[in-house]
T-cell receptor, first 113, second 113 residues
């Protein structure tokens, strides 16, 4: 099993550009989520999904879109990048609701100039 | 609402000494509590969790945590610290009926040889 994979590992964008961060898991997990990690602020939840076709907003959803067309994939879209979105982004998955152990991907470091 | 606090940004301990990383939480119902660890340039890894039952929870790498309902705390402990324990530690909580975790801001543990 590859676990949770994220691409790309690093990305630099200019303000106003759009891009998609990819996340995939091969553990047949229903629950997937996206977090951003900023110094001194821990992890903040952006969006999550409890299964294919079902998504919901987390703590900091503005500027981000998600979709869940398959169990395996949960891409995160930045619609119009802003410097405030400079962060490290982590995708996570778990078997069921988040009281199950969450497995995290290696992260994507995004810089917006 | 659910929230979690990690009052120490950094904890320093000598190798071989016991360590404690503090966590307090606030929930409306019954809490699900977690500890995760992050090594440099890596995603988070699960250490242990409390769902119900015994207040003392044992986890990976010799770590344990004690659930204290009256003090709303879930401190992480280890009897004898190793240099390799140096990392960033996150406490997380989920309230009954909620569908997402809330993470603390993290505590950096430095174990000196």
């Amino acid at each position: 099993n590859a676990g949770v994979t994220q691409t790309p590992k690093f990305q630099v964008l200019k303000t106003g550009q759009s891009m998609t961060l990819q996340c995939a898991q091969d553990m047949n997990h229903e629950y997937m989520s996206w977090y951003r990690q900023d110094p001194g602020m821990g992890l903040r939840l952006i969006h999550y999904s409890v299964g294919a076709g079902i998504t919901d907003q987390g703590e900091v959803p503005n500027g981000y879109n998600v979709s869940r067309s398959t169990t395996e994939d949960f891409p995160l879209r930045l619609l119009s990048a802003a410097p405030s979105q400079t962060s490290v982004y982590f995708c996570a998955s778990s078997y069921l609701l988040p009281e199950s152990t969450q497995y995290f991907g290696p992260g994507t470091r995004l810089t917006v100039l | 609402a659910q929230s979690v606090a990690q009052p120490e940004d950094q904890v320093n301990v000598a190798e071989g000494n016991p360590l404690t990383v503090k966590c307090t939480y606030s929930v409306s119902g019954n809490p699900y509590l977690f500890w995760y660890v992050q090594y440099p340039n890596r995603g988070l890894q699960f250490l242990l969790k409390y769902i119900t039952g015994d207040n003392l929870v044992k986890g990976s790498y010799g770590f344990e945590a004690e659930f204290n309902k009256s003090q709303t705390s879930f401190h992480l402990k280890k009897p004898s610290a190793l240099v390799s324990d140096s990392a960033l530690y996150f406490c997380a909580v989920k309230d009954t009926g909620r569908r997402a975790l809330t993470f603390g801001s993290g505590t950096r543990l430095q174990v000196q040889p």
